[in-house]
């Protein structure tokens, strides 16, 4: 978590506003395994980092609220009786969403004044929407006394996206985003929204994420055609999730779907279990059956949920073929974005030269590489 970031967020609020606000800060998430299982009620491994949006707020003497994104340098003014979807409305639809959902849970807010910056890298999948939601449902809670539960409040992150920026993402974002531990993984059961913490120390290994630095514009829609797949088959199988199946019962049907459909399903179900022999693996200080369980999910959500291109792809066979790296695979939605890497402290910085110059050989584009520590969770910091 960066001082800096801390620091100069408070300063443009106070600038701005001429007050003292509340700081707030709301750290990305990395996940070790577990892609699409969390909108199936299944099970993901997430951890919060040490990368985190901060945010500034305070009450508004004015009858408007104003948002103001640091980093862009863009300012957003609004009334709370007039609160709605922003057509391509970005960042902002993040903050009214909130707003909206605070609204329709019968919840009394003032205006207020808010200013946001982050060191999140954007498009890397590392959640940076969960992490600004999470910001201000806390910021707001604590700034007029909402008396909201962690629960809650991640409830309020999750309809925001839904119903304001029109991704049905599941839980797993702002859950690991709010409840983030250091140095700590959490085993999420997405159905019971409860977690088990697991201490990871890899000891001579590090994590290494390897941004592709592509995004796709596809994703949002791409994402939601997924979720869709999996309702269907979960409603031919008569289960209410995905996570209820295993494969003999999706092999019962496998004549109603198409061989794309029945492959998805079999990703997710596969996923679900690779989830719970990570953590024993790591219960029983197995590194190796941890990372080959890595390269076995990139091998499903490529080939079978078919999320990857072809410099994700890359970036994994590159690792695979690092005697020194024991497992890597694509992170996050798909489409783009980052490469989870375990690897050797030894030659971690032989493996990030050598990567980043073959993939800028491949594709004629630099890949960003960002060592991550595992931090605490949504919080508020206290001057």
């Given at each position: ?6 620091n100069n967020?408070?300063a443009?609020?106070k ?15 990395i996940?070790l395994i577990?892609?699409?299982?969390d ?10 980092i ?5 945010a ?6 004015t ?10 340098s ?9 609160v709605?979807?922003?057509p ?6 993040y903050?009214?969403g909130?707003?909206?959902?605070l609204?329709k ?5 003032g205006?207020?004044?808010?200013v946001?910056?982050g060191?999140?890298?954007?498009g890397?999948g ?14 707001l809670n ?17 309809k925001a996206?839904?119903n ?12 690991a ?6 140095d700590?993984?959490?085993?999420l059961?997405c159905r ?11 000891k ?11 995004t796709?514009?596809?994703v949002d ?6 979720r869709?797949v999996c309702?269907?088959?979960?409603s ?18 496998e004549h ?10 079999l ?5 679900n ?12 200080h ?7 369980l890595l ?14 291109c ?5 970036l ?7 005697p ?28 990030i030269a ?12 630099h ?14 910091i206290?001057?």
């Amino acid at each position: 978590m960066s001082k800096s970031l801390i620091n100069n967020v408070e300063a443009e609020f106070k600038e701005r506003f001429g007050s003292k606000p509340l700081v707030v800060v709301s750290p990305g998430r990395i996940n070790l395994i577990g892609e699409h299982t969390d909108y199936n009620e299944g099970f993901v491994f997430p951890a919060a980092i040490d990368k985190c949006i901060v945010a500034a707020i305070g009450k508004s003497k004015t009858q408007q609220c104003m948002a103001y994104a640091l980093d862009m340098s863009e300012n957003y003014a609004f009334n709370l009786d007039e609160v709605r979807a922003i057509p391509n409305g970005n960042w902002k639809n993040y903050i009214v969403g909130v707003v909206g959902e605070l609204q329709k849970k019968g919840l009394e807010i003032g205006p207020f004044n808010l200013v946001f910056a982050g060191d999140i890298p954007k498009g890397a999948g590392l959640s940076s929407s969960a992490a600004l939601e999470n910001s201000v449902v806390f910021g707001l809670n604590e700034l007029f006394g909402l008396k909201l539960s962690k629960h809650e409040m991640i409830s309020i992150s999750q309809k925001a996206e839904h119903n304001y920026v029109g991704v049905r993402c599941g839980i797993m974002d702002q859950y690991a985003s709010m409840f983030g531990q250091e140095d700590t993984a959490l085993l999420l059961d997405c159905r019971t929204q409860e977690s088990v913490s697991y201490q990871l120390d890899f000891k001579e290994y590090g994590i290494l994420l390897i941004n592709s630095n592509v995004t796709h514009n596809l994703v949002d829609a791409e994402y939601n055609d997924r979720r869709l797949v999996c309702e269907k088959i979960a409603s031919l199988l008569n289960v209410d999730y995905l996570r209820d199946a295993d494969e003999a019962l999706l092999k019962q049907i496998e004549h109603k779907l198409t061989p794309e459909e029945y492959q998805k399903g079999l990703y997710v179900i596969q996923e679900n279990s690779r989830v719970l022999k990570a953590c024993k693996a790591i219960e029983n200080h197995d590194l190796k059956t941890l990372g080959k369980l890595l390269f076995e999910a990139h091998h499903g959500a490529r080939f079978q949920f078919k999320i990857s291109c072809p410099e994700l792809d890359f970036l994994v066979e590159e690792a695979q073929s690092h005697p020194q790296v024991i497992g890597a695979r694509m992170m996050g939605g798909g489409f783009g974005g980052c490469t989870i890497n375990i690897v050797h402290h030894d030659t971690m910085q032989d493996f990030i030269a050598s990567i980043s110059d073959n993939y800028y050989k491949k594709f004629g584009k630099h890949c960003s590489v960002y060592k991550v520590k595992l931090s605490q969770g949504t919080h508020l910091i206290q001057n």
